[in-house]
């Protein structure tokens, strides 16, 4: 085998809340997170004797160039790889066809770089057990351990700490993104500076997942960084409101931003929604929730 080609799957986060500072210089967090259909493809193919090569295409131009070098995160999960086994590192060429907008807390690059993880480990004929791949996804990223089996978790530490919930595929979700970008790193001072006004509930959201129930998801969806971001963008509300104007149970912000998701009980109403964004400008598109996939 010469090389592998696996799926790199968004991600939103159902709850979200920071629980304080660590002493290491990460954050406490508490998350109930998805994977969804919404996905890249990375192939990654041997290539003794050559350098490392890292190639992204984008489906869409207009989310903007991304490195090509160490600075990806695919390569870095190369080299968090290559550490983690007893093998030489070795020349490869890893393609990344993206489809999910960058900075925009879906997790693009934390999931290519968890499914170049995958695909070495396959590759090399499974080296790893899906505990030693987590721990290599520690190395690379807070959400890159989540995306080695995707599905449904409570994430709790830094986002390494994994509590798999049952599959909770098959919801309808539309994703929309604002023309902005927001810095993670001064929202999280935000965060330690003011407690959050409200916290959400990650056992109401457990249990509206287990339930299956789109209108009980909906209603205990929670991000703290939310309100911080909507105070000098507003668009995270209007989004918010017209989501469930047209239907959703549900609308919020995911990660840091910025888009924003809503769950719908109707794939019409879903529908119904994109048309109306799309017509307001913004990137939209209508995906669901997916299972784990190791």
């Known amino acids: 085998m010469t090389g592998v080609t696996v799926s790199a799957p968004a991600k939103i986060n159902l709850t979200l809340d920071v629980l304080g500072a660590r002493p290491d210089g990460y954050h406490a967090i ?5 994977t969804l259909t919404l996905c890249d493809d990375v192939s990654v193919r041997r290539a003794p004797g050559q350098s490392r090569r890292v190639r992204c295409t984008w489906a869409d131009a207009s989310f903007g160039e991304l490195p090509q070098d160490a600075e990806n995160l695919a390569w ?6 290559f550490r983690a086994v007893p093998l030489p590192a070795e020349g ?18 934390s999931s290519d770089a968890a499914a170049v993880l995958r695909a070495l480990n396959r590759l090399f004929g499974e080296p790893l057990s899906r505990p030693g791949l987590c721990l ?20 709790t530490g830094r986002g390494e700490v994994l509590v798999q919930l049952p599959d909770a595929a098959g919801l309808t979700v539309v994703l929309c993104r604002p023309d902005f970008s927001v810095s993670t790193a001064e929202l999280y001072r935000a965060v330690d500076s003011a407690a959050p006004a409200a916290r959400p509930d990650s056992c109401a959201m457990r249990r509206a997942l287990c339930a299956m129930d789109a209108q009980a998801v909906g209603r205990a969806l929670g991000n703290v960084f939310a309100p911080l971001v909507a105070q000098e963008h507003p668009e995270i509300e209007q989004i918010c409101s017209t989501m469930c104007a047209c239907g959703a149970a549900g609308a ?20 119904d929604a994109c048309r109306t964004l799309s017509g307001m400008g913004f990137w939209t598109v209508r995906t669901e929730t997916s299972g784990a996939y190791v």
Not at 93 to 102: A, F, G, V
């Open 136 to 155: 290599a996804a520690q190395e690379v990223g807070s959400d890159v351990p989540f995306l080695i089996s995707g599905g449904t978790a409570e994430a």
């Open 252 to 271: 919020q912000m995911t990660g840091t931003g910025s888009v924003v998701f809503g769950v719908f009980p109707e794939p019409t109403q879903a529908d």
């Open 76 to 81: 870095r999960a190369a080299d968090a790889f």
């Open 92 to 109: 490869l060429e890893i393609s990344i066809s993206k489809r999910i907008p960058s900075q925009a807390g879906l997790g693009g690059g």
């Open 30 to 34: 508490c998350s109930v997170m998805q």
